[in-house]
């Protein structure tokens, strides 16, 4: 049956995660085969431990940290990159991602294995496993334990954020009704009937989720990685989910908590969180950016959390090995001709492709739609430009853009007129984040914003025939696998 390679797939990960049930697998399974029994036959093997102890639990959940993010298919489906047919020829082998940049009804068929969706529900039955279970181990402090749920909490909530922003409506635009994703609150093995749990509950539940995790967190990691859930960073998560649900008054409060936990306190590890000058880039034949966060992410100064997918700098691909993205030419009319850093260490000065030969993106990370410093930023400055603070606003977005400018260009921006100033925002986060995927969240966010649509791309020419992105392709359709299994469930328009 299809299922049979989730299961190998799954079987792999497990391993590698030593003290994970395999029966991890066998929810997977279930989610995608409701009204099938198969998924009981899976016993747990042999070779993996029963979680006994609070180091078998942080086992569980650390190995989660460093991969399996967002969608990488997000970064070729914003308006800020760009496929020449040459370079879309070159994806023949992806066609989920060359269905991603047509913007087309269909991205994954019946025959295509979504990864994402089956790592993140995987991801799901091992932080439920955590809360369920870590409290019931012996011979702990609690205190001790309460962290290592809270931190499976919080890690929850980013999973639940990264699933309802591809295959749900986008907040602003749905109903509360609307249909969101399945939230799986406890991994019930008997449970072989699942709904998708409408829009208003997915964030309600996230929120809920991040608000538990806040209480017990220590402020600052307290492990050597930059990984690890703490109050600074889930306070910047919750300041993120509120800020693509368009609450911005209640994200301004979160972010305004962030930097003042931020100001009083230390990392035991002494972490700096800040803005990493690209005056101090370094590059190399082997890091042509020099910037800290491609082969260094723990020690990158700008990564608050989960902020890191790197890809072949030296081939800007997706993938290492793999193939090139293009900037848009609406992404380039928003540089100017020179002194911004960032043109110069992310785009290559000699393309591979003829017929855009200085545009090939050539360094930079996919589907890091994490928390980053820039991010912070940005999100600060954007939300008091809408509180008609200008001059919090101004203070933000230009000590980000000091640290992207040559000293010899750098200007700052100055108005009086909050929405100049929120246009300026949203132009700084399209240069910020090329190719990450924040952009296909911002167009989620803004496609009905006076400001933001009108920097909305919405349409993209290929091999001579224009495509349209409407709507209802805001919303990745549920793979058509997964329907399968579920007939009940009602598919995005």
């Not at 009981?40 to 940290?65: C, G, K, Q, R, W």
């Not at 929120?207 to 220590?218: E, G, H, Q, T």
Request: net charge negative; hydrophobic share 35%.
């Amino acid at each position: 049956m299809r299922y049979n390679t989730i299961i190998n797939k799954w079987s792999i990960l497990t391993e590698q995660c030593h003290k994970t049930f395999i029966c991890l697998v066998s929810v997977v399974v279930m989610f995608f085969s409701a009204g099938c029994d198969d998924f009981l036959d899976v016993a747990p093997s042999s070779s993996v431990s029963i979680p006994t102890f609070i180091e078998d639990y942080e086992n569980m959940l650390y190995p989660f940290y460093l991969k399996y993010n967002a969608n990488p298919i997000l970064a070729v489906m914003g308006d800020d990159v760009y496929w020449s047919k040459s370079f879309y020829n070159s994806w023949s082998g992806n066609e989920q991602f060359r269905r991603a940049y047509l913007w087309s009804d269909e991205i994954y068929d019946q025959t295509m294995s979504n990864t994402h969706w089956n790592q993140q529900y995987g991801m799901i039955y091992t932080f439920n496993k955590i809360v369920d279970e870590v409290r019931n181990v012996p011979n702990e402090a609690m205190g001790n334990l309460l962290v290592i749920e809270a931190e499976a909490r919080a890690y929850r909530a980013l999973t639940y954020f990264n699933l309802v922003s591809v295959y749900a409506k986008p907040y602003a635009l749905a109903n509360e009704n609307d249909p969101g994703i399945p939230v799986i609150q406890k991994n019930d093995v008997t449970e072989t009937k699942r709904e998708r749990t409408p829009v208003r509950e997915v964030y309600n539940f996230i929120i809920s989720d991040l608000d538990s995790a806040i209480k017990y967190l220590p402020p600052h990691p307290t492990k050597a990685s930059r990984y690890q859930a703490a109050g600074l960073n889930v306070i910047g998560l919750k300041a993120k989910v509120l800020y693509h649900m368009n609450e911005y008054g209640r994200a301004l409060t979160k972010l305004e908590n962030f930097f003042e936990l931020l100001a009083t306190t230390t990392s035991r590890f002494n972490y700096s969180y800040a803005l990493f000058n690209y005056e101090n880039a370094t590059p190399s034949p082997y890091d042509p950016s020099g910037l800290p966060s491609v082969y260094n992410p723990v020690a990158d100064v700008e990564d608050v959390m989960i902020n890191e997918y790197m890809f072949d700098p030296t081939k800007g691909s997706l993938y290492p090995g793999g193939i090139a993205v293009l900037a848009s030419n609406h992404l380039m009319s928003l540089f100017p001709a020179d002194g911004d850093r960032r043109k110069e260490l992310m785009l290559s000065k000699i393309g591979t492709d003829a017929d855009e030969p200085d545009r090939v993106i050539k360094e930079g990370h996919y589907s890091n739609t994490g928390i980053s410093m820039p991010d912070i930023y940005l999100m600060i400055a954007e939300c008091y430009a809408r509180s008609n603070r200008t001059t919090e606003a101004l203070k933000y977005l230009n000590e980000l853009r000091e640290n992207r400018l040559t000293p010899a260009t750098y200007t700052e921006l100055s108005s009086s007129d909050s929405q100049v100033i929120l246009r300026w925002v949203l132009e700084e986060r399209i240069k910020e984040f090329v190719a990450t995927g924040h952009r296909w969240l911002d167009m989620r966010r803004l496609w009905n914003d006076p400001v933001g649509s009108a920097l909305i791309e919405k349409t993209r020419t290929f091999d001579g025939k224009t495509y349209t992105l409407t709507e209802n392709r805001l919303t990745v359709r549920i793979p058509e696998y997964v329907m399968e299994f579920n007939p009940g469930w009602e598919q995005n328009p």
